[in-house]
């Protein structure tokens, strides 16, 4: 292959031999030390290769040996150089296509994360950034050592880190630490008490003693489930202290107020929009676009889109800023919409608050003042009221 | 004389009396090292000149593979090796 890589560079030229000694003429060529190949015999001639340095100086053998030589095809880099002799522009262009690859493969064209799983992939970009690996370093300036050990500290979750700079692409090869397990504190005495007022309605009790029953009344911090326990038949007399463990359910009263002013701050958002478009070359950034707004409420969405080729982006792309502004407007609202939105922000603390508990009755009254409105909401919940309080035992 | 004959005798017969050496492949492919000249390249023949007598390989689709001045590397299907005083 390398051969073959040689030969081209220095061109080589498909020549034919016509004559009636040809041996003659293969004799002569070993004797001067000319270089050739692939020397076949034809029907009524003979072909070959033979480097084009030396096809220049063969043809006073030729004529020794009484031959006829006679080139078939030219193959090379000299002779494609010679083609396209006069079009200087391409040869330029493909040395200045050579030098910029040579610069840019000095650069950080992407950052890849392996092996994430729980972490949050913008942290570990954030870091790596801060740490001084990010697209567009320089790939000489980033101590690469330097910055796994920076990650690891600056990420106290991450167990193994390795950053592979394979061409101009950084892998960062990452394993998590394994969560701890939860470590169940269950060996202590406890009671379990109540966290709130309320009417018990089912026990789950699991260890313990319980000391209340199915309708009665809590009052908050009383004891539910005893850490007592009376000794069985054999030791009548012994108590032994145990972790309470178990469930009490129990109706709850919970109240709410949610409040909506009569007149509302509106944010309308205006017809126009202004785009800032910038050119992203490595670290490099060219406005395309530049828009003032002067608006002061305002808010952007922005777009980064870069280029890819088989998979692997390149530090060119596009940077995209689209800023909306807003125009501030009190509105007054009339009574009903504004018990409609009371009530829809009642549902939403319920379903964020309540959730996982089931909702037994629930009741709203509105309070009409001068200026606002108020909600009161009053829930009955079902749920599990029972907390554990340690017992020092002496 | 005797010495000097028993000295000669001591070393590989090749540099005794000039002989060629032939390596062959199968008969797919022949080595011949010691050569002075092809005489006749053919695809069904080819003779190569050493310095005691002439090799001439037959069979077909011979070709020289590579030559230099003192080696050549005969290819194709030889069927017959010739040795010509």
Known sequence: MLIKIIRFLRGYIVFTVVGSYPERMINLFNRSGVNYWDLLP???CYSGKMLLSDYRNIRKIARKASVRLSSKKRVGLPFIIKKYK????IAFGGVLAVLLMIFLSGFVWDVKLNGVQRLEKNEIYNALSESGLKVGAFKGAVDFEAVERELVLKVPEIRWVSINALNSIAE?????????????????????VAKCDGIITDTLISRGTCKVKRGSAVAENQVLVSTVVEGTNEMLDKLTYVHSDGKVYA??????SFNQPRNRTLLIPKKNYIDKTELCFLWFKLPLKINSSDNELSSGIFYAERLKLNGITLPLGINRLRIYGFNK???????EKIKILLKKKAMLSEAFNFGNFKIKNKKYSFTELKDTIHLNAEYIINKNIAVKKRVKVE | MKKANKKMNSLPIEFN??????????????????????????????????????IAFSGRGLSIKCISPTCVIVEGFIMNVEFIN
Do not use: W
């Open chain 1, 86 to 89: 006069m079009r200087k522009g």
């Open chain 1, 251 to 256: 109706d709850i009263s919970e109240k709410r």
């Open chain 1, 172 to 192: 960062v090869e990452i394993k998590e630490k394994f969560s701890k397990p939860a470590v169940k504190k269950g060996k202590y005495p406890c009671n379990l």
């Open chain 1, 329 to 335: 407007a009190i509105k007054k609202v009339n009574k």
């Open chain 1, 42 to 44: 034809e029907e009524d």
């Open chain 2, 17 to 54: 009396y000039n002989l060629p050496i032939i390596e062959l492949t199968g008969n797919r492919s022949a080595m011949v090292e010691g050569s002075t000249g092809v005489l006749h390249y053919g695809s069904d023949v080819i003779r190569i000149n050493t310095r005691k007598f002439v």
